[in-house]
């Protein structure tokens, strides 16, 4: 019943994006053994993942041979991600400022 | 110019895709309701994580997640090292879900069960190893979410105590889920049921789920075990 269905056999292109998850995992977890500087690994942190979310998202999950009405309306409300950061982190900081006195020793 | 070549007008355009009987996704209503869930427990995780980030900007010094996840392995700690073997079991376990799906698309009934048997076996290792993570730092360390140790490497930080346990327990119980949800699909496989149906669309709809879980995975391991 192979042709019932009239989908391309995608192993090759899931084997490829399998072998390109596990470089970019060995290369999330060679960062931290680095210790490199808090900026440097935060930047290779966030682009790392990123592009592993990518991978999974467009070739696991198929959504690069979607329509694009269904991709924007998945990946466009994603971009509120970067509201909700900007709307706690300063929160964050100010409890920080006003914390750093009592933190002497530390 | 000729009023053919204009461009149709706003009402055709409306009619031609959202008129009705049309399908404006191009997908059945059953993977777009999971995409519309999968968007909505992205934010979900995205509150936790951004949640966990202003929580840790608040108290300066953070514990070193490579010392308190680090594993003896011959006498010398290995950091991280429980976890990245974890990454790699879920990692592998989105690789049999991808066969699995390819499976279901030639319609192939023993190889779609072979795979999904190996997706929820990977999956239930990876809770186990969660078991085992949780069970070390409640019962060895005596780490819960509301106290953690005053000595280092916990140096009383509270917030680490919160965040890991709501972090990770959000996760697993995703997976856990998950495992409970390939289980019944996969019973149905072997049963015939989309055999008889004429469709195994229900396997990638559960794919979709299962590659979800270890996309938000990415970011847990990135942002709170390794940063």
């Not at chain 2, 191009?26 to 929580?55: E, P, Q, R």
């Not at chain 2, 030639?106 to 795979?115: E, L």
């Not at chain 2, 085992?132 to 000595?151: C, D, Q, T």
């Not at chain 2, 140096?155 to 995703?174: D, E, K, P, R, S």
Request: a positive charge.
């Amino acid at each position: 019943m192979a042709q019932a269905e009239h989908k391309h056999d995608l192993r090759r292109t899931y084997l490829t994006v399998w072998f390109w998850l596990f470089v970019l995992s060995f290369g999330l977890y060679f960062v931290d053994l680095m210790h490199l500087p808090t900026a440097l690994a935060t930047i290779l942190y966030t682009a790392i993942a990123l592009m592993k979310a990518g991978l999974i998202a467009a070739y696991f999950m198929h959504l690069r041979f979607e329509r694009l009405n269904l991709v924007y309306s998945i990946l466009f409300p994603l971009i509120l991600l970067i509201a909700l950061v900007a709307a706690v982190l300063p929160d964050g900081l100010s409890v920080l400022l006003h914390r750093q006195p009592f933190f002497e020793g530390r | 110019m000729h009023s053919e070549t204009q461009a149709a007008p706003l009402e055709e355009v409306l009619k031609s895709d959202w008129g009705g009987g049309k399908s404006p996704f191009g997908v059945s209503w059953g993977k777009l309701m999971m995409w519309l869930f999968i968007l909505s427990d992205a934010f979900t995780f995205g509150g936790l994580l951004a949640g966990y980030g202003a929580l840790r900007v608040t108290v300066g010094k953070w514990p070193d997640t490579n010392e308190i996840f680090a594993i003896s392995l011959g006498g010398t700690k290995v950091p991280l090292l429980l976890i990245a073997i974890m990454t790699f079991i879920l990692v592998s376990s989105s690789g049999w879900m991808a066969l699995a799906v390819n499976a279901a698309y030639q319609r192939d009934r023993r190889n779609t069960v072979k795979y999904l048997l190996l997706v929820i076996l990977f999956g239930l290792t990876f809770l186990s190893c969660q078991a085992y993570e949780w069970s070390k730092l409640i019962f060895h360390e005596g780490v819960r979410p509301w106290r953690v140790p005053s000595h280092p490497p916990f140096n009383g930080v509270v917030q680490f105590g919160a965040c890991f346990f709501t972090l990770t327990g959000f996760h697993g119980l995703h997976v856990l889920s998950g495992v409970i949800y390939l289980s019944v699909i996969a019973a149905r496989v072997a049963k015939g049921v989309y055999d008889r149906r004429g469709s195994y669309e229900a396997v990638e709809i559960a794919g979709l789920y299962w590659h979800f879980v270890d996309l938000v995975w990415v970011f847990i391991f990135t942002f709170f075990y390794l940063f």
